[in-house]
Each structure stands twice: as C-alpha cells, then as structure tokens.
C-alpha cells in the first residue's frame, strides 16, 4: 500500500482562493503577473533597489538560458510555483545588485582570509545535516544560518536593525511553505536560526540542488552536471568572505550539501587545505528518502508531479554524485579526509565525534561536548514525533535494481542493508 499522501494534502482551502485571487488579479491587470519575464523581473530589482550593477553575468547568463526555458517548459508549475519561482528570481537579483555595490564600497571583503573550512560530504539523506549541526555547536567552529543561506548578502537593512530583518522573511517563508505542506518540516526540521546548508550560495549563480529539488527541470540538472562551475564557487567563497567582513565571524566554517559531491573537485581547488568528512548510509534508503523529500517540495509547486519520475531522476542523481566523489576522492591527502558512517552516527554520535576530532588533531573541549549534547537534547525535544516514512515502491524502484547498481559502492564502505526504505 502506498504511503505517498494524495497531492490534494497539499491544498488548502484558504490556498486555493489565495491562487484564484491572484490569477484574478493578474487578468485584469491590477496586479504584475508573477511571470518569468527576464526583463521585467531585473527592472523591478533595479527600481526597488536604485541599483543597476550586477557584477559579472557570464555565467549567470548561462545558467538563466538553461534555467528559464526549463521553468517554462519542464517544470508545469501552478500558480504558487510561479509566484516562488518569480519570488526567487527577484530576491537573486535584487541580492546580486545589494552585493556588488558592497563589493565596490568596501574593497576589503576581498581581502579576508577565510579560515580552512570542514565540509561534510555525503549523499542527501546521509545524516550530513545532523553531523554539520553537531560540529557547529562546537564554540570553536562556525556555520551559516538557515537565513544567512537563504538570503546570503545583507540586505541595506541588515546594518540598522537590532534582529536582521532576513531573519523575519526566512521565518515567514518557512511557516508559509510548511502550512502548504506539513510534511516538509518533517522531512527536513529546521528554523530561520538553525545550522543549514549553503545552497542559497550557489543559487547566487542559478546552480545548485536548491533549484532541481523543487522543481522538474531535467535539461537544467543535466546542464548543471556538465558545465565548469568554477565560476559559481568563486561566487560562493566570495559570499563567505562578505558574511566574514558583516558578521566578524573569522572561526572556521563547517559546511555542507550534498551538491558538493558532484563538484567536488572544483570545491577542493578552492579549498586546498579544506578537511572532509565523508558520509555514507545504505544507497536503498538514500534512495528512497532522497526520492521523498523532491517529491514533498516538488507537490507545493506543481499539480502534476509523478513520483516514478521523481524516484529515476533521484536515483540517477544519487549515481552520478557518489560516481563523481570517488572518482575524485583518491586525490585528497589522507589526513585532510574521514569517512563516517549514518549507522555509527545514529548509535554513538560521540564517538563518532571524537574519531572524526582525533583523525584532524582537534581539541574536543568540555564546552564543545556540552554544546553538542545541548543540541541533541533540544532537538529531541523540539521534533520528538518526526516520522519521515518513504518507500521505494512509491516511486517505482525496486530493491534489487538498486542493491545492484550501488553493490561495489555497498561492499567498498561495508555498508549493511537497512530496514527503513522497505
């Protein structure tokens, strides 16, 4: 039996009048449609933001070619999946022009020193999420915030207001998305001041898994696979050194997102000194929840989301990632690399901490350990009934086809079938 709840879950009452009305609005023209007109979209950010500068576009105009025909052809988004994606488009815009005035300002963001980061590596659903938030909770390290990542350039009312007002939008957003769709917060707990992963960074430069998990956009993820994206790291490391110069944060940085996987060699070269932690979790279960938590995101923006597509696209992506990170791995010392595994980390997460802290020559400190147990204790606490249920059936993948395509990977990290993608 199924356990995908029906897509009609996913739309509320008050929601579906909300969308009539702005259609309503959009027809009579007393509203700007929320439409993926380029021009319209970067002529709203310039009036808003008095700006017009927006720093180097080539590859940005690359990615947008990809993107926009994806959005409009791919993607069969309703009328919320429209305002979202248009909304996002707007913020990028709008932040790039904020950024590169920044830049033009104050010369002297480029000129930090970031501190070499600890990245986490691993596939979605690996426990990279719980091992970034672990670590980060140590007073040593640092990490971005879920509004930091959402919003990653200071609005011009960041440097007046006593709360950063990107912390109230990142807040509204989150509430707005999870009342759509109960189940996100399930899937994936988090909070406008939670530890999170960096992707709002790279879709600076419209890459990155934040735009592929939300979306079907198949001729977009493909093209992000194969073109160079250097130029999107570099953006991103810039991004670190203006949430350095803004916040006087200069503690070493740990990050993550399962995109690093497949551009794990252009991470390295902008990271040499960089330290990874690899994850690892039976690929049947990543599999499984990776195909889960797309389709919950997907089910917000679209009414005709099928889930056997859902469950091939994620298990190619699942595929080409760890292909990409083990074809990569042998060229990263031995010391500057630990591989954990999602069952170690589930039965005894502070020995899995001291082994990763002892492989780099880190001080594990007493407040660290008393923050780190703070956390799981809250974290307990605040999501004691999450149940993030899935099943490969649900998106038309059997359990032998996919033991088969990942058995060398399963035999290479001694990685046991688990029960919960049954």
Not at 64 to 83: D, Q, S, Y
Not at 285 to 302: G, K, P, R
Not at 374 to 383: D, G, L, Q, T, W
Request: hydrophobic residues 45%.
């Amino acid at each position: 039996m199924s356990i995908l709840p029906p897509a009609t879950e996913f739309r509320p009452f008050p929601l579906q009048g909300l969308m009539r009305g702005l259609e309503h609005l959009w027809a009579r023209g007393l509203q700007p449609p929320a439409d993926l007109s380029w021009e319209r979209i970067v002529a709203r950010a310039v009036r808003e933001t008095g700006l017009e500068d927006l720093g180097d576009t080539r590859f940005f105009d690359q990615q947008r070619e990809v993107l926009l025909p994806a959005l409009v052809h791919e993607a069969r988004l309703n009328t919320l999946g429209k305002v979202i994606a248009h909304g996002s488009l707007l913020k990028i815009v709008k932040e790039r022009l904020w950024a590169e005035d920044l830049f033009r300002r104050h010369p002297e963001i480029d000129s930090e020193e970031l501190a070499p980061p600890i990245v986490i590596v691993g596939p979605m659903r690996s426990g990279t999420t719980r091992l970034q938030r672990l670590m980060a909770a140590d007073p040593a390290f640092s990490a971005f915030r879920l509004y930091e990542s959402a919003c990653p350039v200071p609005w011009p009312r960041s440097f007046t207001q006593v709360e950063d007002p990107r912390i109230a939008r990142t807040r509204l957003a989150l509430r707005f998305i999870n009342w759509v769709n109960p189940a996100n917060a399930e899937v994936h707990p988090t909070g406008p001041l939670e530890f999170d992963e960096e992707l709002g960074l790279l879709e600076h430069s419209l890459t990155g898994a934040l735009i592929e998990a939300q979306r079907r956009v198949p001729s977009f993820a493909r093209h992000c696979e194969t073109v160079d994206q250097r130029p999107a790291y570099a953006r991103m490391k810039r991004l670190m050194k203006l949430r350095q110069w803004f916040t006087g944060d200069r503690r070493p940085l740990i990050l993550k997102t399962p995109q690093y996987m497949q551009d794990l060699d252009v991470l390295l070269a902008e990271f040499p000194a960089a330290r990874f932690v690899f994850t690892h979790r039976d690929p049947v279960t990543v599999v499984a929840s990776s195909a889960s938590l797309a389709w919950n995101q997907m089910v917000v923006q679209s009414d005709a989301v099928d889930p056997h597509w859902v469950g091939r696209e994620w298990l190619w992506k699942t595929a080409h990632r760890i292909e990409r990170t083990l074809a990569v791995r042998p060229s990263i010392p031995p010391e500057q690399a630990i591989d954990v595994d999602f069952g170690e980390v589930n039965r005894n997460w502070e020995g899995a901490i001291h082994r990763i802290y002892h492989h780099f020559g880190l001080e594990l400190t007493p407040a660290a350990r008393r923050a780190m147990r703070a956390y799981v204790k809250r974290a307990a606490a605040e999501h004691p009934f999450a149940s993030h249920r899935y099943r490969l059936e649900d998106f038309g993948l059997d359990r032998g086809e996919v033991q088969a395509r990942f058995a060398t990977y399963r035999a290479d990290f001694g990685l046991e079938p688990a029960l919960e993608a049954a």
